[in-house]
């Protein structure tokens, strides 16, 4: 800052910025970095490799390297990264001292920095210098007592030089500032890997007054305990239990107290422990002291003696919960496990008589559900806790009885109590249970169980007679047809199996029709029947069209090794796409079609490749109204419709597209010839002189009256028609007098000028060309004759009704035919057709290219 003669500090002036609008091109902070990285803006070369073969060279290597870490020192002293770079390239020059002292100076800067001790002892570990690494642990210590590492790896360089007097001389240093409790831990295992178990209680000692938490007091008894010292282990625990007191108190000291005099067979001091806990702690408090008891009593104790202590309560709370609802069956559950855990066999059995007595009112399933339980799980007590078959067979067959079969049943009781008798080995009884139960109510799932059993057996002629009579209870579950057919096709019955699917597919109602034919096709293509599977898909496809079916046919066909499979499988293509021709869901026929060019495209020609591609539709954006509910308008929904070329009421869409995109190609290659004459003109412009130049002007002018006369009768087309329309003459002069084979261009400008208000306006009167392309409403123009610049163009005919009347969809057919009769006649005069449209400006403009100055010189 500059400073006046008075004293006064004068602020220098800022300049204004005086347009604080953002910048047109923005240009961002990433757009930066990488055009840096890209112009490796920041990237130095790699230094040249030295060679060093004397010593006045290494001298001057390490001055010149020396320099360079002090000139970075002295660019900035408290980054601690250069120092040790420094020093730890003087280590590797062997120049211990001269690191030492860099050290030093870095310590000097930053004697906080943790990670300058730690290299800075640790090289002196590296060279061995035993005593300077002491010293600098000594000093990183006192400056920093709270560094655990620091102590760490102290003492384990104590320890690995077998100093032991001095590692405890560190731990005990350390323990001075009562550390956390890692380094306690670590103290008491160096003092028991060298058998010092008295210096490792004391230590304990210690420990536990400065960490008084109860997982400390456990370790120290357990510490006792494992050395053998267990009455040192029951004064730590007695100690422990006075130290926490009443208002302290945790359980799972006690938990761990009464497990170590259980170890020592003191059953009574466990239970007195036990029952003083629990009178002292809280209910919600003692779960797991609660649990231990328990597990304790079951071990030793007397369960008839203790029910009353451990169960009284929760078994008074479960009797309370069904008195008040007899039908609370999860209450009743609960009831029924703490039971069976505490109570003897004839207690639970009281307890489930008492609960499946109490039977739902309703006789509806849902209300049965958890009420059947009851039964499963007395059953289950019966036969796996208390080991009593017989009286298990009259649970299941009361169970059974109970159920009223007539209305609804539980498959899973059937095949449990079946399940049951099989494990006795009482197989007709099981026999009789399930066919009992397939006459009273059959279901699926006992059928199912039953042949499962069955097949288990290796019975099959049952399996057969039970199949039949699923069959004849559900007729329309395709996957027993399968099922069936499949084990006959397992037992090597081929015409059996294939009778069985015969059957199957002349069900009149089935759940799954397709599962069932897709079987029967891959039963037939297993056994090599390719004439029969053959036949199925034509009969399958007498009764669906599915395009996955025609898929599948072709494919089938195209996997069978035979010299006409190519042939076979384009005919199923074309027999599909003739039959999906009157489908509604065009996806289907797009998908058929493009799984034809796949095949074509690995198989085909190009001629076969071609014809599928011309089959393709073209995806076209439509929009439809939408109805509410109630019937009022809900606006317009835009949907994607595909329209097939093989269609005859699309063909009148297909030539509209058409047509309309070759007039946008002719108005591109327009506006590049537009493009090409500007240039050509400015280009010779530029070398004329200035009496050609005024001359210019003069024409100019003309030739812009020219074009406000043009631009009155045309109609604008986004701001170029009428630039066009009045270029139209001109360029007709120019074409007539290059060749007398190019018609008169002014009339093609106008005419292409005008189109574009119906175009924008009225799709679909684009798609008579010749009627409505003229400005003046000629129906037809004769074809292009050679005549000269100056020739006057016929009188033209007033048009006719145009081809495709919006007005009327219904009359494509009349239209499209109307549109091309009038359409050829339109296009040999105006040039919209495909043929002498694009032959005659084709040779306009290879004209214009190759003779610019000529038509330059025609137009002056």
Known sequence: MASTAAGKQRIPKVAKVKNKAPAEVQITAEQLLREAKERELELLPPPPKQKITDEEELNDYKLKKRKGFEDNIRKNRTVISNWIKYAQWEESLKEVQRARSIYERALDVDHRNIALWLKYAEMEMKNRQVNHARNIWDRAITILPRVNQFWYKYSYMEEMLGNIAGCRQVFERWMEWEPEEQAWHSYINFELRYKEVEKARSTYERFVLVHPDVKNWIKYARFEEKHGYVAHGRKVFE???????????????????????????????????????????????????????????????????????????????????????????????DYLRLVESDADPETARDVYERAIANIPPIQEKRHWRRYIYLWINYALYEELEVKDPERTRQVYQACLDLIPHKKFTFAKMWLLYSQFEIRQKNLQAARRGLGASIGKCPKNKLFKGYIELELQLREFDRCRKLYEKYLEFAPENCTTWIKFSELETILGDTERARAIFELAIGQPRLDMPEVLWKSYIDFEIEQEEYNNTRGLYKRLLQRTQHVKVWISYAQYELSIDSPDRLQRCRQIFEEANKGLRSCEEKEERLMLLESWREFEQEFGSDSTRERVMKLLPEKVKKRRKLTAEDGSDAGWEEYYDYIFPEDSANQPNLK??????????????????????????????????????????????????????????????????????????ERSGEGAERSGEVPERSGKGSERSGEGPERSGEGPEISGKGPERSEEGTASEKPPIHEPANHKPAPEKPPQKGSFDDKDDSSSSSSSSSSSGSGSGSDSGSGSSSSSSSSSESEDDDAAKKQPKKRKKDSD
Request: glycine share 8%; aromatic share 10%.
């Open 239 to 333: 100690r422990s239990v006075e130290f926490f007191g009443e208002e302290h108190i945790d359980e799972n000291l006690f938990v761990a107290f009464a497990r170590f005099e259980e170890k020592q067979k003191e059953f009574e001091r466990v239970r007195v422990i036990y029952k003083y806990a629990l009178d002292r702690i809280p209910k919600q408090q003692a779960q797991e002291l609660f649990k231990s008891y328990t597990v304790f009593e079951k071990k030793y104790g007397d369960r008839r003696g203790i029910e009353d202590v451990i169960v009284s309560k929760r078994r008074f709370q479960y009797e309370e919960e069904v008195k008040a609802n007899p039908h609370n069956y999860d209450a009743w559950f």
């Open 656 to 729: 509209l597209l058409a047509m309309a995109k070759m007039w946008k190609k002719q108005q591109v290659d327009l506006d590049e010839e537009d493009k090409e004459e500007d240039m050509e003109e400015e280009e010779e412009g530029e070398e004329e002189e200035g009496g050609e130049e005024k001359g210019k002007d003069e024409e100019g002018s003309e030739r812009s009256g020219e074009e406000s006369e043009r631009s009155g009768e045309v109609p604008e087309r986004s701001g170029k028609g009428p630039e066009r329309s009045g270029e139209g003459p």
